[in-house]
């Protein structure tokens, strides 16, 4: 595959090393200073970059017949728009806040716990994430995504960051330490016991794997599809 990547920064450079071991040609490489790019000469853009121009470089791609899997996160309120734009011009999207296999099973395992906690009301839910000090978004988008499952199969009806004693919010502690890749944990704590899952990412490899085997995957099929699809869980 011609491979685009939009973003060359931590995620970009680990993508660009999986990509060539599998194989893959890197045709472009996009970042904020690139002007007057031809996107149509990929087969494919791969998109890890900010949250400010995610939409912008997303919807370019759409409409020049080029499909997308994008990591970024902080710009998803804007998603279903994106998706609009992607069926209109009859193109390819996976976006995942998350492209791990492990985190994807830990999704799984996310969704069952709190169909299982959902009539335990002496549980109180609670969420931590850590990550890197370079992080522009908090919390992270894993953490919205585990919060959204969460919300979807138990009573809650929302997150808060940094919150205490709230009766309808899921609180979630964003921590920024350094060099740390990613970590997510969910706790249900009663006066009896707690029940914690948690995720570590080691390094960004399973990230950067997951986004190139998304795009194997994607390549030459029409419409929008998530990771459940391309792991097949
Ligand atoms: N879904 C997933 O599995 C994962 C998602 N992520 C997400 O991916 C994103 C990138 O993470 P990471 O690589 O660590 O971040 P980095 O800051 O290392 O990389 C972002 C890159 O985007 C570039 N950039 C800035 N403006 C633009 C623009 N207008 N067009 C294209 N590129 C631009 C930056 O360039 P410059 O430095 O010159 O400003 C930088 O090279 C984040 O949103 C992060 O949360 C991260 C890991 C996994
Ligand atoms: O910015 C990061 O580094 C990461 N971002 C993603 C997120 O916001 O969930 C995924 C991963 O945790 C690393």
Known sequence: MKIALIGYGRMGKAIEKIALERGHEIVLKIDVESKDIDISTADIAIDFSVPNSAFGNITNCFENGVPVVSGT???LDKYEEAVEICNLNKGGFISATNFSLGVNIFFELNDRLAKMMTNLSDYNISMEEIHHTKKLDAPSGTAITLAE?????????????????????IPIVAKRVPDVPGTHSVSYTSSIDTIDIKHTAHSRQGFALGAVVAAEWLVNKEGVFTMKDVLGL
């Open 73 to 75: 996160t902080g710009w």
């Open 149 to 169: 499952g969460i919300i979807k199969n138990t009573s809650k009806s929302n997150w808060a960051l940094d919150v205490t004693n709230t009766e309808n919010e």
